[in-house]
């Protein structure tokens, strides 16, 4: 049978369904457009969360990198400094030795093995550079500096040659106390050597170096053996002062090689720290764009199904008021 | 035959078209009242004597179509049980949290991995090995949060199960006694249209609970069946019993005993399955809901908190732990057995030897958890061991995934992916459903009160009022002229 006639809530319910759809619609195609983020993420992806967690994570893990890569080119550029301080004072200090001994006046060797005292004094101050409470050459021991003071190094240092004669003795003496066990590395005071840092994905920065290291030592080596000639090593001798005051800046040049190799390996760990920077900071934007196409809404197009949508309510709007004054009261008064 | 006939005809017209406008005006007064169906006034010629005299009125119908009802009444149970599934796992998705929103599980991983790598830089920066213990309280009382909000719908849907089943049997007692009234009324021979959409309207508000048939029998009466096949009121009514319990731990099934089953007239029934007699309305929905969707949802929360719990507890990881003793994350505080596995995301904890809020102290993440002084501040291998353990590919042990190797964070991912997907489907099912239901209520309204329909009609019992009112009219002309004969 073909109805004759349509109920009155059918209208009704059907203009009242149609609002709610429209008004929703309207509610979140603004949401979109102010916030610029999908309203329903999960139905963005289609349910695969996999790609956008993996693109979160990645781009927590680059905000943790782009902190420790901050943390290691301080580190390393300070690594820089001291071993810059330590070149000059060693070229110097050389320099003076070396001179002071073909003069073969004990004027010259005294003031240049006073220099050497001094400058001792000074490198390893150097060495002991703390960079935002953490000693630079202590390894893992990183509270503590590597090492003491330079009295103390002298002193040590004095008992070790105090049976030499010769200055073959004295720098054979001073050699192995700077080498063998029980010497300089009971004067140590760092621990091992820290392991590498973490700057970039499966990438590590190793800045593994220690006081202990042989560019240290060498260098401390010369230092130390010119300023045992100020503390009145073999006085009187001066053939054997001048002799070891040559013997020093001999080996003060010699550990320029050493050196050399130490900057040349710190100066690859900063250009691997900076490479591993320029990466990550592409690594981030390119995410950043995935991600924004993934689980952002194009602006344009939110605002134009806004537009639609508002266009459409407001003809609803205007149906509802023509529809609801179609009644056959109206005509039979 | 006689001038009287012609008067009394015309009387029963008057008659007849009053009681069509009085049927009329309750018509247009509840154009709009939900559960009124259309009355209609039933005339037939009167006939006294083998001959016409006047016009009858037979009864007042009741413009309905069962067919209509009955597939609306199905619907209305499918929609509900679709809604209710579909509103669950979009609880689910939202407990596990899309990774842009802070808090999210996906982000306090991501945050966690972030410390990690931050401490590895600085292990001797107290504030950087703090964050590192906050990211990991932050990320075990994320699953504990997601678990609690999983076992809270299981209260909820526990709660809404008791008040479903006291509804359904104090609205099957108000149809039997309908049913019992509209019995001796239509005994007696009354209008009964308004017993009868009450009647009508009780049993829409039960039908989405459970998916019903309604069957008529003799002098109005209807018996109600599920289409499971449980009577539910055939004479007299069923009676549902349930007992609802207040607090739900994810170890209490039906099977453990620790939750109630449905009883009908005291023998329990199946809530779910093929067989289950309440099967496809809210009722099925919210025992489903309880006992498999939250089930399932918190099986894969406690196969991630375990996964958890296993990596940073792996033999080797950390020296100064003893052999069988917690790792960085704990089974509320003692060691993880894998017996123990249901349940672990809302009792997962953060090991207090390492937690300031617990009482521990921080530079064990960097020393290691047995460790009982500090050690070097400079040392960081085991703060990167702890960012391997996190990130690594590793098997799960926990079953019903799919085989293979994962981060934490893709395993992460991965549950939010199934959440998001089962949410997904669960929404396009009950949009469909409700897009039926929607279809049939609009095919059912469209059979209601047409006011323009029923004005017309007022202008036809208008006109036919007054011509009735005419014929009296010359009747008495005629009387009057055959009196006036006399004089």
């Known amino acids: 049978m073909s109805r004759m006639s349509v109920g009155d809530a059918s209208l009704t319910s059907i203009l009242q369904r149609q609002g709610a759809f429209l008004k929703g619609e309207v509610q979140r195609a603004s949401t979109e457009v102010v916030t610029g983020r999908q309203s329903d993420l999960g139905a963005g992806v289609r349910g695969d969360f996999s790609p956008l967690a993996a693109i979160d994570a990645s781009l927590a893990r680059l905000a943790g990198y782009r902190s420790t890569t901050a943390d290691v080119a301080f580190f390393s550029q300070s690594i820089q400094t001291v071993m810059g301080t330590m070149a000059d004072i060693s070229s110097e200090v050389a320099t003076s030795l070396m001179r002071s001994a073909s003069l073969t006046t004990p004027t010259q060797v005294n003031a240049a093995a006073a220099e050497a005292r001094a400058r001792l004094g000074t490198a390893m101050a150097a060495m002991n550079t703390q960079v935002s409470g953490r000693s630079l050459f202590s390894g893992v021991e990183s509270d503590q500096t590597p090492l003491g003071s330079a009295d103390d190094l002298l002193t040590a240092l004095q008992t070790a040659v105090s049976g030499a004669t010769t200055a073959n003795d004295v720098e054979a003496a001073v050699r192995t106390w ?38 240290f030592r060498d260098t401390l080596a010369g230092l130390a053996m010119g300023a045992l ?34 900057a040349a390996r710190i100066g690859t760990v900063e250009a691997q720290i900076e490479g591993a920077k320029t990466r990550n900071s592409a690594e981030d934007s390119a995410l950043k764009i995935a991600r924004s196409e993934i689980a952002s809404v194009d602006p344009y197009d939110a605002s134009i199904r806004l537009k639609e949508v508002q266009g459409q309510l407001e003809s609803l709007y205007l149906i509802t008021s023509r529809v609801s004054r179609l009644s056959l009261a109206e005509y039979i008064r | 035959m006689s001038i009287t006939s012609a008067l009394s005809s015309a009387l029963t017209g008057l008659s007849a078209t009053s009681r069509q406008a009085e049927v009329l005006s309750s018509n247009v007064a509840n154009a709009t009242t939900p559960g009124y169906a259309r009355r209609e006034v039933q005339l037939g010629a009167a006939v006294l004597a083998g001959t016409g005299q006047g016009v009858a009125v037979i009864g007042v119908s009741r413009d309905v179509d069962q067919y209509l009802i009955n597939e609306r009444r199905l619907s209305q149970a499918n929609d509900g049980e679709r809604g209710l599934t579909a509103g669950f796992l979009g609880q689910v998705e939202t407990a596990i949290g899309t990774p842009d929103i802070a808090g999210s599980l996906g982000a306090r991983i991501a945050e966690f991995d972030q410390s990690l790598i931050e401490a590895a830089s600085r292990p001797d920066a107290e504030a950087r090995l703090a964050l590192v213990a906050s990211a990991a309280r932050s990320l075990a009382g994320g699953l504990t949060q997601a678990s609690d909000d999983i076992q809270q719908a299981r209260v909820t849907a526990d709660r809404q199960i008791a008040s479903e089943v006291d509804t359904l049997n104090t609205s099957l007692k108000r149809i039997y006694q309908l049913n019992a009234e509209l019995q001796s009324f239509t005994g007696a021979g009354y209008d009964v249209s308004a017993l009868m959409d009450q009647r009508q309207q009780i049993i829409d508000s039960i039908s989405a609970i459970v998916p019903l048939r309604e069957v008529p029998r003799g002098m109005n009466q209807v018996a109600l069946f599920t289409t499971g096949g449980v009577t539910l009121l055939d004479g007299p009514p069923a009676s549902f019993s349930f007992s609802p319990t207040s607090t739900i731990t994810p170890e209490m099934t039906i099977a453990s005993g620790g939750l109630s089953g449905l009883e009908v007239n005291g023998r329990p029934v199946a809530t779910g399955g093929a067989t289950s007699p309440v099967l496809g309305g809210r009722l099925a929905g919210l025992f489903a809901l309880r006992d498999d969707l939250a089930v399932a949802a918190q099986g894969k929360l406690d196969a991630m908190a375990r996964d958890l719990v296993e990596r940073f507890s792996a033999a080797g990881l950390d020296p100064t732990v003893a052999p069988g003793a917690p790792g960085l994350f704990t089974d509320q505080g003692a060691a993880f057995l894998p017996v123990n596995e249901v349940g672990l995301a809302g009792r997962i904890a953060m090991n207090a030897a390492a937690d300031p809020a617990q009482g521990g102290a921080l530079y064990r993440l960097r020393d290691g958890l047995g460790a009982t002084t500090q050690g070097p501040p400079g040392n960081a291998s085991l703060l990167g061991s702890l960012k391997l353990a996190l990130t690594g590919q590793q098997p799960l042990s926990s079953g019903g995934f799919v085989a293979g190797s994962r981060s934490f964070a893709s395993l992460a991912a991965d549950i939010l992916s199934d959440a998001s997907a089962r949410r997904l489907n669960a929404d396009s099912d009950a949009s469909f459903s409700a897009a039926r239901l929607t279809a049939l209520t609009d095919l059912e309204k469209q059979g209601g009160v047409d006011t323009d329909q029923e004005l017309q009609m007022l202008l036809v019992i208008e006109k036919n009022y007054a011509a009735n009112a005419r014929v009296i009219q010359t009747v008495n002309d005629m009387i009057k002229t055959l009196i006036g004969l006399g004089s």
């Open chain 1, 178 to 215: 700077f080498t063998a066990p029980g010497g300089y590395d009971a004067f140590y005071q760092g621990g091992a050597a820290a392991s590498p840092i973490p700057i970039a994905a499966g990438e590590t920065a190793d800045l593994s170096v220690t006081a202990l290291d042989p560019a």
């Open chain 1, 229 to 262: 000639l100020d503390l009145g090593l073999m006085s009187g001798q001066q053939s054997t002062r001048a002799d070891i005051a040559q013997r020093a800046g001999l080996m003060l040049h010699n550990s320029e090689d050493k050196r050399a190799l130490l």
